[in-house]
């Protein structure tokens, strides 16, 4: 098993024909991703090639539901009309929308997150580097990929990721993977202070995940949430955590990358978050090259 996808999820990209949007629609197909449907408006019926796989092209998220059964969007569409997109999805009641884009004005985000209150669509991000459940075969190819990450780190495996942090989350991959551990999803839940998915969503589905043994957490400066996961944690969560939080020499009142890094109060900084974590029994990493090491020994497994 694994979290919100598997290998076998059929994927469509809103924004196929973009750049962006076509450069890791390639990527996913050679990862062996089941891409079976782009969304661009005005050029459906077009068809998206790549290795001699055709991806059929609709004008609307809803059409290409209907037509291929695709159950996750993923999006790749400018910061001004990727709200829209979002709610498209919902309106089509995908299962998830994983929103790649950066810089969606916040007031946007507001009110999709207030329409998406009792809707059966989950948002990943926005401004994410998506998910990835491995595959199991060679090289974990034939997984589900979702976003930007590099496939290549990957491997099938027992420990589930979850990161405000793009490039963190692929150097704790790569640490996993280049110890011979590999992972059940990771999940780039990104750094904008209105998002649709938490540390403590994900943390609880890979609490739920028979599959998922060990999990690395990865925060930053900035918000509760990464202390409102430790402290349910604490309470709730069976399987060891390892936790490493960026952003240890920033100062108080500058925004540190992304747009929800930034101290609002003293609860927010490096220091305090890490202190709040190790007080709730997780094992905190103070540089990031140690995310994989800190987890495997509170595993018992170095």
């Known amino acids: 098993m694994a979290i919100l996808v598997e290998t076998d999820t059929r994927i469509l990209i809103q924004g196929i024909t973009g750049d962006f949007g076509s450069r890791h629609a390639k990527a996913s197909i050679d990862y062996g991703t089941a891409l079976v449907a782009g969304v661009t408006p005005g050029k459906g019926g077009q068809t998206f090639e790549h290795n001699g796989k055709k991806v059929p092209i609709f004008d609307t998220v809803e059409q290409a539901a209907r037509e291929t059964g695709a159950t996750v969007s993923a999006i790749f569409v400018p910061p001004p009309f990727a709200a829209d997109a979002i709610l498209e999805c919902v309106?089509?009641?995908?299962?998830?929308?994983?929103?790649?884009?950066?810089?969606?004005?916040?007031?946007?985000?507001?009110?999709?997150?207030?329409?998406?209150?009792?809707?059966?669509?989950?948002l990943i991000g926005p401004n994410c580097p998506g998910v990835v459940t491995p595959g199991r075969g060679e090289k974990?190819?034939?997984?589900?990929?979702?976003?930007?990450?590099?496939?290549?780190?990957?491997?099938?495996?027992?420990?589930?990721?979850?990161?405000?942090?793009?490039?963190?989350?692929?150097?704790?991959?790569?640490?996993?993977?280049?110890?011979?551990y590999g992972q059940s999803t990771c999940v780039g839940i990104g750094g904008d202070p209105v998002n649709g998915t938490n540390h403590l969503d994900v943390l609880k589905m890979f609490n739920?995940?028979?599959?998922?043994?060990?999990?690395?957490?990865?925060?930053?400066?900035?918000?509760?949430?990464?202390?409102?996961?430790?402290?349910?944690?604490?309470?709730?969560c069976k399987k060891p955590i390892a936790a490493f939080i960026a952003g240890a020499t920033a100062p108080a009142g500058r925004?540190?990358?992304?747009?929800?890094?930034?101290?609002?109060?003293?609860?927010?900084?490096?220091?305090?978050?890490?202190?709040?974590?190790?007080?709730?029994?997780?094992?905190?990493s103070e540089t990031p090259a140690d995310m994989a090491v800190t987890l495997l020994k509170h595993m018992g497994k170095l």
Request: charged share 25%; with cysteine.
């Open 91 to 122: 309106d089509a009641q995908l299962d998830l929308a994983v929103a790649i884009t950066e810089g969606i004005p916040v007031n946007d985000m507001i009110k999709v997150k207030s329409a998406m209150c009792h809707s059966k669509t989950r």
């Open 140 to 180: 974990s190819h034939g997984g589900c990929r979702i976003g930007i990450a590099p496939g290549y780190i990957h491997k099938r495996g027992n420990i589930g990721v979850v990161s405000r942090s793009g490039t963190l989350t692929y150097e704790a991959v790569f640490q996993l993977t280049s110890r011979g």
């Open 208 to 236: 739920d995940d028979p599959e998922t043994d060990g999990i690395i957490m990865i925060g930053e400066i900035g918000g509760s949430a990464e202390v409102d996961a430790a402290r349910w944690a604490k309470e709730n």
């Open 255 to 284: 925004r540190m990358g992304h747009a929800g890094a930034i101290i609002g109060g003293a609860d927010d900084t490096a220091a305090a978050k890490k202190r709040i974590i190790a007080e709730c029994g997780i094992a905190v």
